[in-house]
């Protein structure tokens, strides 16, 4: 839902006027989206049987990169009688403020993959091999104890046999994050076919 264009800044509005009713309909996040937290929405619900739920978003910039950060709280039920469980629903924003505070504060940067670090090589066949190095600095935006994976793909198409230093044959990809960082790969020496001699004890 907040991928679409057109979703998120509905549920971001404080209030909104609605044909046909005779006042503004008021957003029951209202004191969320107000908390100094960039809070976006999403949802409440509440019943007696579930108690107080919210699904929410929230935003957090770090360096260049501004994050969305998702989450939903459930089975939220305040003590004693509760009305429409309103006392719930109360309690869930309650509660959620203090989660997304506390990822707020967490969240932060760090550099997985330096720039000219070496991250794999291109092999002839024939044992030569020739580095490869990020052009770039891979960074991950997250919290401590984030887990990530490391992806090395080659590019479209077969790989020169004969390329300059430099030559980007690939990129470097943090799977498992929001908007899968990426960082091209380059050859960090001349890449060159196998040499006669290889060759020919390669055959030998």
């Known amino acids: 839902m907040m991928g679409s264009e057109a979703f998120r800044p509905v549920v971001a509005l404080p209030n909104a006027v609605v044909k046909g009713l005779a006042a503004p309909l008021n957003n029951n996040n209202d004191d969320l989206l107000l908390s100094g937290l960039s809070f976006k929405g999403i949802k409440t619900g509440s019943s007696s049987a579930a108690g107080g739920t919210l699904m929410w978003a929230a935003y957090k910039s770090v360096g260049d990169r501004t994050p969305m950060i998702l989450g939903t709280m459930l089975d939220q039920h305040a003590d004693g009688p509760d009305h429409d469980a309103l006392n719930s629903l109360a309690m869930v924003k309650a509660s959620s403020k203090k989660v997304i505070k506390a990822v707020r504060d967490a969240l932060t940067s760090a550099v997985v993959v330096r ?86 004890l390669r055959l030998g």
């Not at 020739?130 to 984030?146: K, M």
């Not at 020496?189 to 006669?196: E, F, I, K, Q, R």
Request: net charge positive.
């Open 115 to 200: 720039k000219g670090q070496r991250v794999g090589y291109v092999g002839d066949g024939l044992g030569g091999r020739t580095p490869l190095v990020a052009t770039e600095d891979l960074q991950l935006v997250g919290v401590p104890g984030h887990k990530a994976a490391i992806t090395l793909t080659p590019r479209a198409g077969a790989l020169p046999r004969s390329a300059k230093s430099g030559t980007e044959v690939g990129v470097l990809t943090l799977s498992g994050v929001a908007g899968a960082p990426r960082v091209p790969v380059a050859l960090e020496g001349d890449l060159a076919p196998p040499s006669l001699a290889s060759r020919l």
